[in-house]
Structures are given as C-alpha cells and as structure tokens.
C-alpha cells in the first residue's frame, strides 16, 4: 500500500532553518506532483507548495521566497527547505501525493520560537 512517511521537524529559533523530508512507498514516485501542507493549532490544514512531476514548482504567498520544494525521484523523496522561518510558520506539516483521492502522511512537528 501506499505510503508516506515526513522526518525532519523539530525546534528552531525564528530566522532558522529547517529541511523536511517525506518518504514515499508503494507507489510509482515519479509520475505524481506532491504537496506540503501545513496545520497550525486551531486552524484548519493549508497548502504550502506543489511540485509537479517534472519539477515546476508553486507556492503559498505567505512562504514564497522563503521555502523551497524538491523532489529525488531516485530516493522517492520530496523534500521542503524552510528558511528565515517565523513563530507563524509553526505547525504540524503533511506530505501529500496526488494520486487517486490523494495519499497523506503523519506529519512532522515544526515549532518556530525562542
């Protein structure tokens, strides 16, 4: 079965930088544009970034600049480069493959605070 599987979270101070990572299984990888999406406490899930499959990329306004997605198609990997991050960038952020209704990871704790 498919699935999606983010690392990379934690604690960092406001300006700091963090890489998140989302691992994918059971799945052709290549084929599928991913997203990040985020949910901060009390608010609902939002989009953060899309990468399609041959790597064109879009963001959120409220990252654009600042967040950078990826992919390596030869580890199955999506990857989101936070940086300059802010108190307002905390939240709980999922992967998301877009096949079929749409896979959705666990999702990775980011808090951002001093």
């Known amino acids: 079965q498919v699935q999606l599987v983010e690392s990379g979270g934690g604690l960092v101070q406001p300006g700091g930088s963090l890489r998140l990572s989302c691992a994918a299984s059971?799945?052709?990888?290549?084929?599928?544009?991913m997203d990040w999406y985020r949910q901060a406490p009390g608010k609902q899930r939002e989009w953060v970034a899309t990468?399609?499959?041959?790597?064109?990329?879009i963001y959120a306004n409220s990252v654009k600049g600042r967040f950078t997605i990826s992919r390596d198609t030869a580890k199955n990997t999506v990857y989101l480069q936070m940086n300059t991050l802010k108190p307002e960038d905390t939240a709980v952020y999922y992967c998301r493959l877009n096949r079929d209704q749409g896979y959705w990871g666990q999702g990775t704790q980011v808090t951002v605070s001093s």
């Open positions: 990468i399609s499959s041959g790597g064109s990329t």
């Open positions: 059971g799945t052709i990888f290549s084929i599928y544009s």
